[in-house]
């Protein structure tokens, strides 16, 4: 009898999960690298979470994506949880080891940094404070990149007050909370400004944060990629400041992930982000 070597499958898992853009991301990066994968998309509902994730690997599965609803729950699950996924409390990529073991990754910080570089090299978020939007997933992720990239002050604000001050209780001294409604004065002197909330996003409500206080030079970054410039993006710009979408964010997360199943680092480039702005 002969060996076959298995063709390493990966996935993203969620519900529902039809939406994703996930499956055509990594579907190019295969094509492009001529790697032999495939990625698809996994409809899983909580209550056969842990059942099918331990059975992936015998089917083949080298690894997957995880998004809503199920990016906290596989923490329980995960044999292994990094301490970047533990930090900010969700996992978004998953890998099976040889040894049987689930082990748990977030990238999305890694995405975020990657694609404010990316855009605007010179940016260092060590010299000078930085303004977030939100406090939920999102935001979590950015706040502990920040801080390892040396950020001196993270000040930031959310309708709900509460969550904002569970992540300065749970992040440290250097989150400042603001109320929401002074929000724009969080502007003052700040030289990164995220927005990780849905606001100005297709279908949302507007971001109605006063702007006047954004500072030209600074680096302002929306997550929201639809539409690609938000409101938010398109004043910042119109003040002097430099701007980056989201699209890239979403983009550069993947990266880690693929290289682990796949053996190959990817690379994110303009057709890329053509092809998912086109899906």
Known sequence: MTD?????????????????KSPILHGHWLKTYGIRGYYIPIDIAGEDLET??????????????????????VLAIADVVSDRAALIG???TLIFRPDGKIHADNTDGYGFIANV????????PNEGPAAVFGAGGAARAVLASLLEMGCPEIRISNRTKARAENLRTEFGARIVVYDWVQAGNMLEGAAT??????????????????????????VVNDIVYTPLETDLLRTAKEAGCRTVDGLGMLLHQAVPGFERWFGHRPEVTEDLRNRILNA
């Open 4 to 20: 076959h070597p298995r063709i390493p499958l990966a996935g993203v898992i969620g519900s529902p999960i039809a939406h994703s």
């Open 52 to 73: 099918v994730l331990r059975a992936l690997p015998k089917a083949g599965f080298v690894g997957c994506n995880v998004t809503i609803p199920h990016k906290e729950a």
């Open 90 to 92: 969700a996992a978004n």
């Open 117 to 124: 570089k990316q855009a605007i090299p010179d940016w260092h």
């Open 193 to 218: 400004v995220v927005n990780t909330t849905s606001l100005g996003m297709v279908g949302k409500p507007e971001f109605r944060v006063p702007l006047d206080a954004l500072m030209p030079g600074a």
